[in-house]
């Protein structure tokens, strides 16, 4: 009987300490890209400006113009977040929007793929890169491969819709970094399939993702994180469990 009834508990205990969990939302506040710089041309202007923010990756035709490669950043103020007493951050998601017509691709082998970086270069070098003293391709070479945050990948059956990316153990550290040091906690993303094939009118991933265009929201979904707490276990709840253990193993004895 006694064992029944600490079972219970136990399982009261697991079910408690789902239910707290706590869920906060963050959406990115700036975002935009950088290209590569072109051979024996001037550098093309970096997409940094807050009234127009889209986060394709690869490369377009405007104008009859074919840009260089483009990759993306995120930055997340993270200053409001208020981890609960007592919770520690168990998971964060990176969520990005396939939209309509936002993949055209070459498709090597089937497949595309795009991975979401730290990067070496902070928040204030993406927002004023003139005053950061990096040169345009230094920025730029930065983007996408720092310590690997996540990853997507698609093919031609890809589905449009949210992509929810699980960040990576060093994405957790460095946006807690972040909260702890008041400072903006940034994303960079490049496309790794990405064919520099000058023929290519069109080589891209999350395209027609404008989020802000002109300084007013476009209704499409921002960029954000999706940070989930949970309580930490005390350690008289290590104690309780195993004290189950050996009760539950008692009974079956």
Request: proline fraction near 7%; hydrophobic fraction near 45%.
């Amino acid at each position: 009987m006694a064992s029944t009834i600490t079972v219970a508990f136990i399982t009261a205990l697991a079910i408690g300490s789902i239910a707290s969990a706590d869920v906060i939302e963050v959406e990115s506040f700036h975002l935009g890209g950088f290209y590569a710089v072109p051979d024996a041309a001037p550098p093309l202007i970096p997409d940094n400006d807050m009234s127009f923010q889209n986060y394709f990756m690869g490369h377009t035709t405007v104008g009859g113009f074919t840009t260089t490669e483009r990759r993306t950043f995120f930055a997340f103020d993270l200053s409001s977040v208020d981890i609960p007493i007592g919770h520690t951050v168990v998971s964060v998601d990176f969520e990005l929007m396939l939209v309509f017509g936002g993949l055209l691709a070459n498709m090597t082998d089937g497949f595309e793929a795009a991975s979401f970086t730290s990067t070496t270069s902070d928040y204030t070098t993406f927002a004023d890169p003139l005053g950061s003293g990096l040169g345009p391709d230094e920025i730029f070479d930065t983007m996408g491969t720092g310590e690997f945050y996540s990853g997507a990948g698609f093919d031609a059956l890809s589905e449009d819709g949210e992509v929810i990316m699980p960040m990576s153990p060093a994405a957790l550290f460095d946006m807690e970094s972040s909260i702890a040091g008041g400072s903006p906690f940034v994303i960079t993303g490049k496309m790794d399939t990405y064919d520099p094939d000058p023929g290519a009118l069109f080589e891209f991933l999350f395209g027609l993702t404008d989020v802000v265009t002109g300084g007013g929201a476009t209704g499409f979904p921002v960029p954000k994180l999706v940070i989930t707490t949970a309580p930490i276990p005390a350690p008289s709840g290590v104690a309780i469990l195993g004290l189950g253990a050996l009760l539950g193993t008692m009974r079956r004895r």
